[in-house]
């Protein structure tokens, strides 16, 4: 038969696993929340006389790109580093900061625009 200190032992053990496994699941999902968006992020580009749109949907790590009639055109990864986005797809690349709402990406840089599209704002969809 088991005494009372023993029983209270293990009661305090399976608390405590419990609270472990609860502090790390709360970790893990804040990281996710920190290193991952999601939903789609649209711009708008005004190239000498005509403007284009182009949408950025996010889910996971994955990136897919939607020219302005909704049509999707390309897919792509993406990773966050602090307030800093980094896009790529294919052998294209495009750099931003992630506003501190993480509703808006300003482009700082992007591989083969000629530099047309940096400054642009993607603003989160709503």
Same mark, same amino acid.
Request: no cysteine; net charge neutral.
């Given at each position: 038969m088991e005494t009372i200190t023993t029983l209270g032992r293990k009661k305090i053990a399976i608390i405590a696993s419990i609270a472990i496994?609860?502090?790390?699941? $709360?970790?893990?999902?804040i990281h996710q929340q920190n290193t991952h968006l999601s939903g789609k992020y649209t711009a708008t580009f005004n190239m000498l006389i005509a403007e284009g749109k182009d949408t950025l949907e996010f889910n996971g790590d994955k990136v897919k790109e939607f020219d302005e009639s909704g049509e999707l055109t390309n897919t792509?990864?993406?990773?966050?580093?602090?307030?800093?986005?980094? $896009?790529?797809i294919n052998n294209y690349k495009m750099t931003g900061n992630l506003s501190d709402d993480r509703k808006t990406i300003t482009v700082t840089h992007m591989d083969n625009s000629l530099g047309l599209g940096e400054g642009a704002k993607y603003i989160k969809n709503t």
């Open positions: 496994v609860i502090v790390v699941g $709360v970790a893990y999902y792509g990864t993406y990773k966050i580093t602090n307030n800093q986005i980094e $896009v790529t």
